[in-house]
């Protein structure tokens, strides 16, 4: 087992590529057909744990996604494909878990919050970072401030787990590092060469990176499927800090190897070792005779 150039997050060891979730549990950002295909291949744990088993292969042990329901139960069949590649390779799997909590300011939604929290905790996840769909209902932009936000930290500590926040609106990484009483260890941060789904240009969102006090863990790195691997990668890992990590979805078992090897180019900064696609011809240009 190789092991992929790792960094630090509040005392754990995390490898600078995260497995990521949106190709198992289907949420393609492209269409409804893709989705439905993703979770196709993805219905049963077999599948699951043959793909993250291949990121293992790497050491690329540590995978973000939401892993418990609005019940607090383990998503399924994520979790027992997971607990699957873990028994087959022999390494534990790092869980970044980014529940969708509810944050109104009442009984109920704490309690609700809380058995999420609870659940991921339960489930075994490391890192516990606030969805943005919830931290941003905590924001006050006029303040510069995120309300309430410890609520959420505290349970998040109390059950074990580091906190963070994923935080699509970048100026959260901004408001938590201006208030250090705010208990955020990392973050999560859309970035990527076409700016899609960044709510900023691209340049702004670097700078915010650059400036930022803890370890940014980045997704989106592909626009989902909008460039390629070699583009997206080679760009991510040439603009952020040694630090920072990419977030690294893939459908299949042979793009977990083929992506892992041009993501580890870009960091040794070489040009990867990778076959070239099929064309009905090739020219001189794509490495043919005339």
Same mark, same amino acid.
């Given at each position: 087992?190789?092991?992929?150039?790792?960094? @630090?997050?509040?005392?754990?060891?995390?490898?600078?590529?995260?497995?990521?979730?949106?190709?198992?549990?289907?949420?393609?950002?492209?269409?409804?057909?893709?989705?439905?295909?993703?979770?196709?291949?993805?219905?049963?744990?077999?599948?699951?744990?043959?793909?993250?088993?291949?990121? #293992? @292969? +790497?050491?690329?042990?540590?995978?973000?996604?939401?892993?418990?329901?609005?019940?607090?139960?383990?998503? /399924?069949?994520?979790?027992?494909?997971?607990? @699957?590649? @873990? /028994?087959?390779?022999?390494?534990?799997?790092?869980?970044?878990?980014?529940?969708?909590?509810?944050?109104?300011?009442?009984?109920?939604?704490?309690?609700?919050?809380?058995?999420?929290?609870?659940?991921?905790?339960?489930?075994?996840?490391?890192?516990?970072?606030?969805? +943005?769909?919830?931290?941003? /209902?905590?924001?006050?932009?006029?303040?510069?401030?995120?309300?309430?936000?410890?609520?959420?930290?505290?349970?998040?500590?109390?059950?074990?787990?580091?906190?963070?926040?994923?935080? +699509?609106?970048?100026?959260?990484?901004?408001?938590?590092?201006?208030?250090?009483?705010?208990?955020?260890?990392?973050?999560?941060?859309?970035?990527?060469?076409?700016?899609? #789904?960044? /709510?900023?240009?691209?340049?702004?969102?670097?700078?915010?990176?650059?400036?930022?006090? +803890?370890?940014?863990?980045?997704?989106?790195?592909m626009a989902a499927g909008r460039v390629t691997p070699y583009v997206g990668l080679t760009f991510s890992f040439a603009s952020i800090r040694p630090c920072?990590?990419?977030t690294l979805g893939a459908h299949t078992v042979p793009e977990v190897h083929e992506d892992l090897e041009i993501a580890l180019a870009a960091i040794e900064?070489?040009?990867?070792?990778?076959?070239?696609?099929?064309?009905?011809?090739?020219?001189?240009?794509?490495?043919?005779?005339?």
């Open positions: 087992m190789s092991e992929f150039p790792r960094t @630090e997050v509040s005392g754990v060891s995390l490898p600078r590529i995260l497995i990521g979730s949106n190709w198992v549990l289907g949420y393609s950002h492209r269409s409804v057909s893709q989705d439905n295909m993703i979770r196709d291949r993805y219905s049963t744990k077999e599948a699951v744990a043959d793909l993250v088993s291949a990121y #293992l @292969e +790497h050491g690329v042990d540590a995978m973000m996604a939401p892993f418990v329901n609005d019940e607090g139960k383990p998503v /399924q069949p994520l979790m027992d494909g997971i607990h @699957e590649a @873990e /028994q087959r390779m022999g390494r534990k799997v790092i869980l970044i878990d980014t529940p969708i909590l509810n944050v109104d300011d009442n009984r109920d939604a704490r309690l609700f919050s809380a058995k999420k929290i609870e659940g991921s905790a339960k489930n075994g996840a490391t890192f516990c970072l606030v969805h +943005h769909s919830s931290a941003e /209902q905590l924001v006050s932009k006029n303040r510069g401030t995120m309300d309430r936000l410890d609520d959420y930290t505290h349970m998040i500590r109390e059950n074990g787990m580091i906190p963070g926040l994923s935080a +699509h609106m970048p100026e959260l990484i901004v408001y938590s590092d201006n208030h250090p009483e705010y208990d955020v260890q990392t973050y999560i941060q859309i970035y990527n060469c076409m700016g899609f #789904l960044m /709510q900023i240009e691209v340049e702004g969102v670097r700078a915010i990176i650059e400036k930022a006090k +803890h370890p940014v863990m980045t997704i989106k790195s920072d990590m990419v900064r070489r040009y990867p070792t990778m076959e070239k696609r099929s064309t009905p011809h090739r020219t001189v240009a794509l490495g043919g005779d005339k």
